[in-house]
């Protein structure tokens, strides 16, 4: 009981990384409100993450701030597409609903975009988790998190989850919304990325440190 709380012990191991992840989800949040800059933001957020899910002794505020600074150009674009993309999606999502159309047509069409968002998402998810452990253009980022996606499906639909489980849960209680603007930036946000990046980050360190054996 004493080894569980002493000062290196799984509760103190917890509290820090509850405090971590609370701070780099505060830190994405600040630096995503200019929007353009989410791309660069997820992508320091990953690097960090990975540092911290790998123990690799990450400094979350100073690392974050230099990376968003390195990554910045790469992920630059990443970003604005995917929002622009995601916006489009839900402008679309709301044209389908005054379409003359079957509930049935409406029904499949809905169904259309919200795959399309999805597939979208995913590809998203492992663009910047890629953007945030290698260097590379941006053509061949996005066909590497392509294929990322499609050759770890298991692991591209629980990262997918984790995205849209706070969106579900939304959905099906609205009145929890003004609860979730409070939470996501101070918690939620870090705390979904982590999860990510636990899924993710098996593939990623075998590309990075790929076994000569194999």
């Known amino acids: 009981m004493n080894r569980f ?4 012990g799984s509760f103190a191991s917890v509290l820090t990384l509850i405090a971590d992840v609370a701070m780099l989800s505060a830190f994405i949040t600040i630096a995503s409100i200019p ?10 957020g990953f690097y960090v993450l990975f540092q911290i899910v790998r123990e690799e002794g ?4 100073f690392t974050f701030w230099r990376r968003f600074g390195t990554d910045f150009r790469a992920a630059l674009g990443g970003g604005i597409i995917l929002v622009a993309l995601l916006l489009l999606g839900a402008y679309q999502l709301q044209l389908v609903k005054y379409l003359p159309a ?3 047509l409406h029904l499949v069409m809905r169904a259309g975009v919200l795959i399309g968002m999805a597939v979208i998402a995913a590809v998203g998810i492992w663009f910047f988790a890629y ?3 290698f260097s590379a253009s941006f053509a061949q980022t996005l066909r590497n998190a392509a294929l990322l996606a499609i050759g770890h499906l298991p692991r591209t639909l629980s990262a997918l989850l984790f995205t849209i489980l706070p969106l579900v849960a939304l959905y099906l209680r609205p009145s929890l919304f003004w609860s979730a ?11 979904v990325l982590y999860l990510q990046a ?4 098996a593939p990623l360190s075998a590309l990075k440190n790929p076994d000569p054996t194999a």
């Open 5 to 8: 709380f002493s000062h290196y």
């Open 35 to 44: 929007v353009v800059t989410i791309g660069p933001a997820l992508s320091a």
């Open 58 to 61: 990450a400094r979350p505020g």
């Open 102 to 104: 079957s509930p049935t």
């Open 131 to 133: 953007t945030s452990q």
């Open 181 to 191: 603007i409070i939470l996501m930036p101070l918690f939620g946000f870090g705390f």
């Open 198 to 201: 636990l899924v993710l980050n």
